[in-house]
């Protein structure tokens, strides 16, 4: 069975919102979006963790941006065929296998008291009010935080799961334990008897009960010994350590990111054997799973739980190499516009599967962080790529902390890019060069830049009537014509590209290169062209050779000539930069004005 989908309303910062959820599931999004308080709600519902104090509804708990007397929490089960399950919840499943459990939260209007409903049934129209959580014996959730307490969890699940272990032995490794039991008590019980011998212990041992009896007469009818307490097998295999063994050496396990990983590979391992023997489906729910990993091990570690865990799991998580890890349509991507937290696509889509299928679905081309990002500047290449990474820098642009990724589309297509940030809800800008291409087998030409950004506009679905309007008069001439171009084909491109950045699509007056010659910076790369050309190619033009080695030229340029840049700040080369910082920076007011 699987949870498929999870309907909120009214819920903390969830004023409506519709989440599907696949077998491997991972949230994403910016802090404080709430991906913490989807998984609260699926908890309150299914986690056997929290007492009936623990869901009692809170004042924080209601709708976060209205005021409001009630809150629901739905959760919608597929293929309910778990024999453990279908038994416990007789008459709440329906016949094609769907289960609902629903959570109502309640606040009298006048006198503020608090209180809850639960409802479970096959259909929203079956719902039938139920006075306990009486299906998660069978049908729950276990949730790992990511305030994770290393040392305290590792020592209780090592006792946990050696009970399990002990619990799944055959008759054979009993009868075998018990031989090897026997003779661990023999050796333990000469340790006991020895260690009073030590004469460092022995004379402690003399010290204390000769103080002792300065004490109390009382104190004279025994005395107090050292007692190594080993020949107790049993507490001996239970205060057993885990601990890290190199070259036949016992050393104590060190940094967080390798107790995080023995912490999740403890946990992993109970549930898988919890999970063969104990009759329930459980939901597994990890935060931020990628605590305190280098990249290689959080890549490593996604493709572990994937594999260790055969429930149904949900991760949330900050990182792009986990993320790099799921499929295109496993991820949910949290939004906040200003009208309450929504999941893009509604979750885990097919819609987002089809933007990833011109990727040959390998989502490592394109970078993961941009899943993470609040804008995202598309250029054509490497060469724009670093020149806008740079130009950021010199104009005291923060993208790391305006969330902005500036990515190129070389080798795959702006529209491809389009198509899955459109899917994920990503604001976007793109700037691309103004080329004149020749129509093949004719000696006619079209004006290509603009033509693509009008694909752009179109493929991300953008509606303006005025727009529209114009392309029905003009775009006929931007191809077909002869050169030189003719004035028809210039006006239909002054009239179209205004109105194109309205839309965030930008175009080069001819290309980067060219742009950045007829620039303010002209002087620097002048200067950079002669005094790192060889005698013999001082005849290249600067142009030429910088379209001719692109990006090599430009990571030369800007590693000696970067400070230039500054020069740019009022430049036209300069503006799709800006504008992406205007989104950010737009979004964030439009949220502080909400709040």
């Known amino acids: 069975m699987i949870l498929s989908t999870v309907e909120l309303n009214g819920f903390r910062n969830f004023k409506s919102a519709f989440v599907n959820l696949k077998d491997k599931s991972l949230i994403i999004g910016a802090n404080d979006v709430g991906k913490t308080n989807l998984i609260w709600a699926l908890r309150l519902l299914l986690d056997k963790g929290l007492s009936e104090y623990d869901i009692e509804p809170r004042d924080s708990d209601f709708y976060a941006y209205e005021e409001t007397h009630n809150f629901k929490i739905k959760l919608r089960f597929e293929n309910v065929t778990d024999e453990c399950v279908v038994s416990k919840l007789k008459g709440v499943i329906s016949d094609d296998a769907k289960l609902i459990l629903m959570y109502e939260g309640i606040c009298d209007p006048v006198t503020k008291s608090k209180s809850y409903k639960l409802f479970a049934g096959p259909s929203d129209d079956g719902l039938e009010e139920i006075q306990e959580r009486y299906y998660r014996k069978v049908l729950n959730l276990r949730y ?26 055959t008759g054979e490794q009993v009868a075998a334990d018990d031989q090897l039991i026997g003779e661990i008590s023999t050796s333990l019980t000469t340790i006991d008897s020895k260690i009073p011998q030590l004469t460092f212990v022995a004379n402690a041992t003399d010290i204390i009960n000769a103080e ?110 986990i993320a790099s890890e799921y499929s295109p349509n496993s991820i949910v991507r949290l939004v906040d516009r200003g009208a309450g937290t929504y999941a893009a696509s509604n979750g885990c889509s097919e819609i987002i599967e089809k933007a990833f299928n011109d990727f040959g679905y390998r989502m490592s081309i394109i970078p993961a962080e941009a899943f993470f990002a609040d804008a995202v500047l598309l250029v054509e290449g490497p060469s724009e790529e670093l020149f806008y990474k740079t130009l950021s820098r010199q104009l005291n642009i923060d993208t790391d902390r305006l969330n902005i990724s500036i990515l190129m589309v070389d080798g795959v297509g702006f529209k491809t890019f389009i198509k899955i940030l459109k899917s994920l809800e990503i604001k976007w800008v793109a700037r691309t060069d103004h080329d004149t291409f020749k129509i093949p087998q004719k000696e006619k030409y079209r004006y290509a830049g603009v033509q693509r950004l009008i694909s752009f506009y179109r493929a991300n679905g953008m509606a303006d009537n005025v727009l529209d309007d114009l392309l029905a008069t003009h775009e006929a001439n931007l191809s077909g014509f002869s050169l030189p171009a003719p004035q028809s084909a210039k006006d239909a491109v002054n009239v179209l590209v205004p109105e194109l950045i309205k839309h965030n699509l930008y175009l080069s007056n001819i290309d980067l290169e060219d742009d950045l010659y007829n620039s303010p910076i002209k002087t620097a790369l002048d200067e950079f062209h002669c005094n790192n050309t060889d005698e013999d190619e001082k005849v290249v033009d600067v142009v030429g050779r910088m379209k001719k080695k692109k990006a090599v030229f430009m990571y030369e340029f800007l590693k000696q000539h970067k400070d230039s840049l500054k020069q740019l700040e009022n430049e036209q080369v300069a503006v799709p930069l800006k504008r992406c910082e205007e989104i950010v920076k737009g979004y964030h007011e439009a949220n502080r004005a909400t709040v």
């Open 144 to 169: 790992i935080s990511c305030r994770r307490d290393f040392h305290t969890y590792i020592n209780k699940e090592k006792h946990n799961l050696l009970y399990l272990a002990k619990e799944n032995r």
């Open 212 to 321: 002792l009896k300065k004490l109390s007469l009382h104190h004279s009818r025994q005395d107090i010994v050292f007692n190594a307490g080993t020949s107790d097998i049993d507490n001996f295999i239970d205060d057993v350590s885990i601990s890290s063994k190199k070259d036949g050496k016992s050393l104590l396990i060190g940094g967080d990111g390798r107790l995080n990983q023995v912490y999740l590979s403890l946990w992993a391992a109970r549930n898988e054997i919890s999970e063969a023997n104990i009759q329930e489906v459980s939901l597994i729910c990890i935060e931020e799973p990628e605590a305190h990993l280098h990249p290689h091990q959080q890549r490593k570690l996604s493709e572990y739980l994937s594999s260790s865990i055969h429930s149904q799991v949900i991760i949330t998580s900050h990182s792009p190499q």
